[in-house]
C-alpha cells in the first residue's frame, strides 16, 4: 500500500509517497526519512489509484476481469497485487512511473 504523509515530522516529510511494509490496527509500518519506525495511521493519505483521475476504469465500473485497469497519464496497467483475480475489493496500486505522486483525486476534477 502506498501512503502520502499529511505532515513534516516524526521522521516524515509531507506529501513524500512512502510504501507499508506492514499495517496494525492503529498503525502502519514503514520505512521513514531515517529508518524503520511505526506511525499512526491518522498520520496519511492512502494513495488509491481507484479514487484516481486519471484511471480509465474503477473497480465499481469494471464487469468482467478482462478490462483492465489502466493509468491515463502514464498508458500504464494498473494492479490489485492479489494473487486471486476473483478476490474483488477496492485499492489498486499506483503504477511505477508515478509512484502516487501524481495521484489526483476524483474530487479535485
Do not use: W
Request: proline share 2%; charged share 30%; net charge neutral.
Amino acid at each position: 500500500m502506498k501512503l502520502k504523509a499529511n505532515f513534516t515530522g516524526f521522521n516524515l516529510t509531507k506529501d513524500k509517497v512512502y510504501d507499508v511494509i506492514f499495517e496494525y490496527d492503529t498503525v502502519y509500518e514503514l520505512k521513514c526519512d531515517t529508518g524503520t519506525y511505526c506511525r499512526n495511521k491518522d498520520f496519511f493519505e492512502i494513495i488509491n489509484c481507484n479514487e484516481c483521475q486519471f484511471i480509465n476504469l474503477t473497480e465499481s465500473q469494471q464487469i468482467n476481469n478482462k478490462d483492465y485497469h489502466i493509468c491515463l497519464k502514464h498508458n500504464e496497467r494498473l494492479f490489485h497485487r492479489s494473487n486471486n483475480p476473483k478476490i474483488k475489493h477496492e485499492y489498486i496500486y499506483p503504477c511505477d512511473k508515478c509512484n502516487g505522486n501524481d495521484f489526483k483525486s476524483r474530487d479535485e476534477f
